[in-house]
């Protein structure tokens, strides 16, 4: 039973091969390994008139924030947030769209509500009454943090995960929206969490709780945000970093002819999914392990780096925290069981002859 569970979980967790793209994938960012953040515009329903005097606010607004890709060991952390008109809450989202978590929704039903949002029409209430933002941690920026050198220095999960909320809530306070009501699917201790962001946000009334996304109909719509881009985000690095297999369509030059379907073999990217770890097995760089779709922080990939280098298969690497480090040789910094072997220096560590000066 819990197998058939997990299994079902996966299935829930991978990305549909025909996923929408929502306007909040920034290719260039996702490549270079770079946390960014995107706020979609605000409605015009949501601002003040143009002509009003000042102090005049909007429509009173009820804000929900998720957070999609915690556990993974591939791709980012996503955290949306989402907020419309109060009294629209639950007509709207739940009984017109449906908003539900976003892990009891199959990845085509939430690819749709994201299209659906994302669609300009006037009669398309949700896109003219409705905002969103995220704000997309890198599986790169996640591990530098998280393996910050220095005893209590390390930006922990948790407290990058609460920064990225407290930036989001302030960018849509900062573009003019009245927000009333915060509600937030919790990190950790919901009254230590609540208490924070109620000094944080004093003007608003608060609530962070467990299963959020299930009881609040702005959360599951934030969770819809968050886990639609983190799918897309994800579908987009494999399509850069990590296509290997190609089901069908290739060409007699072993390209891929136009229409060619390719599966994600990495899957869901948690490390609980056969095909991620299996990914990761077959991809690893002896010197620089993955790209920056991996989160060198997890324990899945540290042990494999570690059996790697023990088996002789990798190289570990010792960076100085408080050196001048101008003053050594790249290859000084290389440990390697085979380095005090005679002769080319490099060859010992990938059976190919290389200079110096190839660094």
């Known amino acids: 039973m819990e197998d058939s569970r997990q299994t079902e979980d996966i299935a829930l967790e991978t990305p549909p091969s025909n996923i929408f793209i929502p306007p909040s994938i920034i290719s260039s960012s996702l490549l270079a390994g770079d946390s960014y953040s995107y706020f979609s515009p605000v409605p015009s329903s949501l601002l003040p008139p143009p002509s009003s005097p000042p102090g005049t606010t909007g429509p009173p607004c009820a804000l929900g924030v998720d957070e999609a890709g915690r556990g993974p060991v591939l791709g980012p952390m996503v955290y949306g947030v989402f907020y419309l008109p109060l009294p629209l809450s639950d007509s709207l989202l739940r009984q017109t769209h449906h908003f539900d978590d976003s892990k009891v929704l199959t990845p085509t039903v939430r690819s749709s509500l994201m299209q659906t949002l994302c669609t300009p029409s006037t009669d398309n209430l949700l896109h003219t009454s409705c905002g969103w933002a995220i704000t997309a941690l890198s599986a790169r920026d996640i591990g530098a943090g998280m393996l910050r050198p220095g005893a209590g220095s390390a930006y922990n999960l948790n407290a990058q995960a609460m920064d990225a909320t407290v930036e989001l809530i302030k960018g849509v306070y900062a573009s003019g929206v009245n927000i009333r009501e915060i509600y937030v699917d919790t990190i950790g201790q919901p009254a230590v969490y609540q208490a924070r962001l109620e000094r944080i946000f004093p003007t608003a009334k608060i609530t962070v709780a467990k299963k959020a996304d299930s009881l609040y ?6 969770s819809v945000c968050a886990k639609v881009t983190r799918d897309a ?10 296509r290997r297999e190609v089901v069908e369509g290739e060409g007699e030059d072993g390209e891929e002819e136009e229409g060619a379907e390719t599966k994600m073999a990495w899957g869901s990217g948690y490390p609980s999914d056969a095909r991620c770890v299996s990914w990761l097995r077959g991809n690893m760089h002896p010197v620089f392990g993955w790209g920056p779709e991996c989160r060198f922080s997890w324990g899945t990939a ?8 023990a088996k002789g298969g990798g190289v570990k690497v010792e960076w100085p925290v408080d050196e001048d480090i101008d003053t050594h040789r790249v290859t000084d910094f290389f440990v390697s069981k085979d380095q005090e072997r005679d002769g080319d220096e490099l060859g010992t560590w990938f059976s190919i002859p290389a200079g110096l000066e190839a660094f």
């Open 233 to 242: 985000a994800l579908e987009t690095l494999w399509r850069a970093r990590g």
């Open 217 to 222: 109909p702005c959360v599951s719509a934030a």
């Open 302 to 309: 540290k042990d494999m780096l570690e059996a790697a280098q």
